[in-house]
């Protein structure tokens, strides 16, 4: 009679260890808006981003404290075509390729494509703080992003801000130099610049209207 008291008391015990990794799995799935779909890593893509941040930044940087995130649109493709465009390591010019942490889809499809603190090339003065979010869309320089994606980048922006305390500032590519106010600009290379107008300024004000309460610094659109 012991044993099988025993027996199942351990029954018990490990259906209940079950149920708690099965909900822990869950709430952490939901917390996550994202699905990872990595680009690949390589020495050669270290190498080349060592030598852009020395460049630029005067040291090597390969891993960031968030501060900001930063907006994007892609004005070409889709999201898988995106996808293995930032796959390649080099620009035509040698140097390291363009890339950010993030690529949402038109469905509103997230994709992590790199660790959220590896460094990243997606805005010239600001690469060594920033989180960047790609939004598929702005073709022809159209303000077309969708309500998926507004919807899919906000849920982003809440849980990168609650994962990083450090992140305090969220500003669309095209606000670059009104960003500067912030301090976090950096830039070695002079009449290194370019102009922008992604994400837009719809784009922007909805995601000012549904996160700014929650205590981030945005710039007028």
Not at 4 to 21: D, E, G, Q
Not at 126 to 148: F, P, S
Request: charged letters at 20%; a negative charge.
């Amino acid at each position: 009679m012991k044993v099988f008291h025993y027996a199942l008391r351990i029954t018990h015990y490990a259906l209940f260890f079950c149920a708690v990794i099965l909900l822990s799995s869950t709430v952490h799935a939901e917390e996550m808006p994202f699905l990872d779909n990595f680009i690949p890593w390589s020495e050669n893509r270290d190498r080349l981003g060592d030598e852009y941040t020395l460049k630029h930044y005067g040291k090597v940087i390969r891993e960031i404290v968030p501060q900001a995130v930063v907006v994007h649109w892609t004005a070409m493709g889709t999201l898988e075509s995106n996808w293995n465009f930032f796959y390649g390591e080099y620009r035509d010019d040698g140097t390291l390729n363009v890339a950010s942490q993030f690529i949402c889809g038109r469905d509103g499809t997230m994709w992590r494509i790199m660790p959220e603190t590896k460094f990243a090339r997606h805005i010239i003065g600001y690469n060594h703080c920033a989180i960047g979010i790609e939004n598929v869309g702005g073709y022809n320089g159209n303000e077309d992003l969708t309500d998926a994606q507004l919807a899919a980048n906000v849920r982003l922006i809440k849980y990168l801000h609650a994962k990083y305390p450090t992140i305090k500032y969220v500003f669309g590519h095209y606000q670059q130099n009104a960003a500067r106010t912030s301090g976090l600009y950096i830039e070695n290379v002079a009449g290194y610049y370019s102009l922008k107008s992604d994400p837009g300024k719809i784009f922007m004000r909805g995601l000012r209207e549904q996160l700014e309460s929650d205590g981030l610094i945005f710039y007028d659109e």
